[in-house]
């Protein structure tokens, strides 16, 4: 009897030890609003956004779901935010104790940070050592903490798991996040919960933050500070925000139609030698009858009476981009979008001649893009005298027999990769581009999860089976249209040294992506993994290796020519006269 009673104490203790802690009702306000700090006060959200985000990816507390981090947030802003340093320490530093006690394995960690793998860009967190700021308690804390065990995970970031190909990635996944999606608008610790969470994020997952523009320190302050504004900024700030991270992959979330509308007018423009041009024939009825539709090569100047730089402006701002390419891409998408369903006022220029119309819009959620191809855009097509060309983006594994076939009968072959592949041309180059060896086409960085701002480096390696490889002249046709998987495929075939690549400078933005949520169900993502050439050049925001940059031009496009393609054929032509 008396073991009985013992037994069920102990499961009584382990219960309580294991229940979720209780907490007031946060689900629709934090109950800490400001629209102006002061210099105390913004040091204080700093130190404690720190704290918290360490304190978060580091105690093994939260390898499951019995503390809720966002409320214990909402739960010391009001102590921290106004109170003095040494009193503001104290309290962080009883916090962590809070969540009691917890194994150490620092000879794990000394062992890792020696390995050669270990990536030389990592997270500096020298900060937890600065007695200064914190007093010696709460650093010693924060400095114990980084060798807690935290074998059993973390409930906030995993390792991304790829349901279509069955596999687990190491790009981190933040799956754990509550999105909040009925927070119409958020207070001021809502504000601050979307800037610690993305910050902290990016401070220890995002394997290329050392290639921001912004130094990463400086960004945890600036949203502190532009967040405490009155009501109805919520939405342009986060989007600010993430464009901070100057990546392509971060426009994932729809955020230029969040900002600037699901209506566009359906005119296909692109910048050609720094000017937006109307790139393919009109699509659209202007409202003048007056005026004449719009013609390939007519300039847009304006619209709605704002100069086309205000609008390159506004993309820079708001919409995060990898390269000046990308900027250019954004704008001439984001330009002629309306939150409403009505005309826009253009400006435009024709033959020196500039005009005025209205144009109509429709409901566009997804980008408007500049089609090359509208000669050619077909899987697989013969141009000229044999020279191959293949268009990958609708490339199905039915048709790579005849594909194939078709490849023995060419003298060169073009590979458009201005459009992003299929799964299955993937496989095609494996299999009859790749040569017969053990090829290292990439190297990539991921982020430790067990340490934190630590990220290591592994090797993308194929060997390759026996097979029939084209052993002819190869071009690869890239622009700012050629990202993530399609940037991986261009470093693929530029194994095959007969290959040369021309065209204009890529999306530089490669990786996995990793998909992250903020209040009010704000999506956003970042490359989640480092991406490099096999000699340790950076893809991420450089873009691919390119042989001979090649850009349209005005008159071109007038004339309906795609130059690039014309630039390659030539390359194959002279090439081919040269081996003979």
Not at 69 to 86: H, I, K, Q, Y
Not at 259 to 264: A, C, E, N, V, W
Not at 376 to 393: A, K, N, Q, V
Request: net charge neutral; aromatic share 12%.
């Amino acid at each position: 009897m008396k073991k009985v009673i013992i037994y069920s104490l102990l499961c009584l203790f382990i219960l309580g030890c294991t229940r979720p802690k209780q907490y007031a009702d946060y689900s629709r306000h934090s109950g800490f609003d400001r629209t102006e700090i002061d210099s105390a006060t913004l040091r204080n959200l700093e130190v404690l956004g720190r704290v918290w985000g360490f304190v978060k990816y580091h105690h093994p507390a939260f390898s499951d779901d019995r503390y809720d981090l966002d409320f214990e947030l909402f739960e010391l802003l009001p102590l921290v935010a106004d109170t003095a340093p040494a009193a503001r320490n104290e309290i962080l530093a009883q916090w962590i104790d809070g969540f009691g006690r917890y194994k150490t394995t620092p000879e794990k960690y000394e062992k890792i940070l020696a390995s050669d793998s270990v990536f030389e860009h990592r997270t500096d967190i020298g900060w937890i050592r600065d007695t200064a700021t914190l007093g010696r308690e709460l650093s010693e804390r924060l400095v114990r903490l980084r060798s807690a065990d935290r074998t059993a995970g973390n409930r906030y970031v995993s390792q991304t798991y790829y349901e279509t190909y069955d596999q687990w990635s190491p790009n981190p996944c933040f799956d754990g996040e509550k999105p909040y999606y009925d927070l119409s608008n958020p207070d001021y610790g809502y504000r601050l919960l979307t800037v610690f969470r993305f910050w902290n994020m990016v401070e220890y997952f995002f394997p290329s933050k050392y290639l921001t523009d912004k130094d990463w320190n400086d960004v945890l302050p600036e949203y502190i500070r532009r967040m405490a504004h009155p009501t109805g900024s919520y939405l342009r700030e986060t989007r600010r925000m993430i464009a901070e991270l100057d990546d392509n992959h971060a426009q994932y979330g729809g955020g230029i139609f969040e900002l600037f509308g699901r209506y566009r007018v359906p005119l296909n423009t692109g910048f050609v030698e720094g000017r937006l041009i109307v790139v393919t024939p009109d699509t659209v009825p202007v409202k003048s009858e007056r005026k004449a539709p719009f013609q390939v090569g007519d300039e847009i100047v304006a619209v709605e009476d704002k100069p086309v730089e205000y609008y390159m402006a506004q993309t820079r701002e708001f919409i995060s981009c990898s390269n000046e390419n990308d900027v250019l891409a954004a704008t001439a998408d984001q330009i002629l979008r309306t939150k409403e369903n009505r005309p826009l006022s253009i400006r435009y220029r024709r033959d020196g001649v500039t005009r005025d119309t209205l144009a109509d819009v429709t409901k566009m959620p997804g980008h408007f893009s500049w089609n090359y191809l509208w000669k050619y855009h077909r899987t697989f097509s013969m141009l000229e005298d044999s020279i191959g060309y293949i268009c990958p983006d609708k490339l199905s594994k039915e048709e790579i027999p005849e594909i194939s076939n078709g490849l023995k009968k060419t003298r060169g072959l073009i590979i458009d990769l201005r459009y992003y592949p299929s799964q299955d041309f993937v496989d095609f180059i494996f299999k009859y581009i790749l040569p017969n060896s053990t090829i290292k086409v990439a190297q990539y960085t991921y982020p430790l999860l067990t340490l934190p701002g630590v990220f290591v480096g592994g090797n993308q390696t194929y060997r390759v089976s026996d097979n029939d490889k084209y052993n002819a002249p190869i071009v690869v046709l890239v622009n700012e249209g050629n990202q993530s998987a399609a940037e991986t495929s261009v470093q693929v075939i530029q194994c095959n040294p007969n290959t040369q690549t021309i065209g204009s400078q890529s999306a530089g933005a490669n990786g996995n992506i990793s998909k992250f949520t903020l209040p009010r169900g704000v999506l956003g993502a970042f490359s989640g993994l480092g991406w490099y050439y096999p000699d340790g050049t950076p893809v991420q925001r450089q873009g691919v290796k390119i042989d001979n940059e090649v850009k349209s031009t005005i008159e071109g496009v007038k004339q309906g020519r795609d130059e690039v393609l014309e630039t390659a054929i030539r390359n194959i032509n002279e090439r081919k006269e040269n081996r003979n």
